[in-house]
């Protein structure tokens, strides 16, 4: 993984009166601020658009607007990817990278990065355009500029020249951020659990011997004399102490004594088992 670290920014807000260009527009931009890089957000409405590929001939909306601006040399290269709607058919999506983009009424917020220079990356050959206002089965299409030729054909391409270290771009950090996909493992099914017999319950250590009821009192070594609330039936009871505080006490892990008679109240001593 790359990543680049950025430590001087800044931000320009920049609203396009009617008819100015876009593109032109973060161009002079970038070429005055003498931006090294930037990211570009963008909402409102264009009076047409072309793009890469397409061509729209009539008032859009701009559903969504970002791109960057890099440098192709001394000059700068604003690349703004945008899904328009035309407003004759709100249904219609067209997507692209603008290259003419005449507006309406146009909000941009420039971030610029002084400390990261980009230079700009070529992109895959163009496929021929398509003009979107007109309907899918009366689509112009215009001819490539690269026109196929047959006297080429014997020729051996020339592999294309390493290219020099230099100042990273954004194509270089997105393929370097890029997830390697690892092949999937093989599919095994499970090894079967060993077979395991009923579970065992855990012995239960009954109580036995002197066992105090409701209304009778304990002598405990921590709690002191307290009176029992309440029998469970199970070896546990439940005793209020002489602040208030009630406790649960278990039986089965004390030691409880022959009750003596204290006052006209029967008090059974009780102590922790030893081990």
């Given at each position: 993984m790359r990543a680049v670290s950025s430590e001087r920014q800044r931000r320009f807000l920049v609203r396009l009166r009617g008819g100015e260009d876009a593109v032109e527009a973060l161009e002079a931009l970038a070429q005055r601020e003498r931006m090294q890089?930037?990211?570009v957000r963008g909402v409102g409405a264009l009076e047409r658009a072309e793009l890469e590929h397409a061509v729209v001939d009539e008032p859009c909306e701009i559903l969504s607007l970002s791109g960057s601006i890099s440098w192709d040399g001394d000059e700068p290269r604003p690349r703004l990817r945008a899904a328009l709607a035309p407003l004759s058919d709100g249904s219609r999506i067209v997507g692209g990278v603008l290259t003419v983009a005449p507006s309406t009424d146009v909000e941009l917020l420039v971030e610029c990065f002084d400390d990261v220079p980009l230079e700009l990356v070529e992109a895959a050959p163009k496929p021929p355009r398509i003009r979107a206002s007109a309907p899918p089965s009366?689509?112009?299409v215009e001819p490539p500029e690269d026109v196929y030729d047959d006297e080429d054909e014997d020729d051996d391409d020339e592999p294309a020249p390493a290219r020099s270290a230099g100042p990273v771009s954004w194509a270089d950090?997105?393929?370097a951020s890029a997830d390697v996909e690892?092949?999937?493992?093989?599919?095994?099914?499970p090894a079967p659990a060993p077979a395991r017999g009923p579970a065992r319950a855990a012995p239960r250590v009954e109580h036995r011997g002197p066992s105090p009821e409701k209304g009778d009192f304990v002598s405990h070594m921590q709690f002191g004399l307290c009176k029992v609330e309440k029998?469970?039936?199970r070896g546990g009871i439940i005793v209020k102490l002489a602040s208030g505080?009630?406790?649960k006490i278990r039986l089965d892990f004390m030691d409880v004594g022959r009750p003596r008679r204290e006052d006209g109240r029967k008090v059974f001593p009780v102590r922790a088992k030893k081990r």
């Open positions: 890089a930037a990211w009366r689509a112009l950090v997105a393929a690892a092949p999937e493992p093989e599919w095994r099914a029998v469970d039936g505080l009630r406790k």
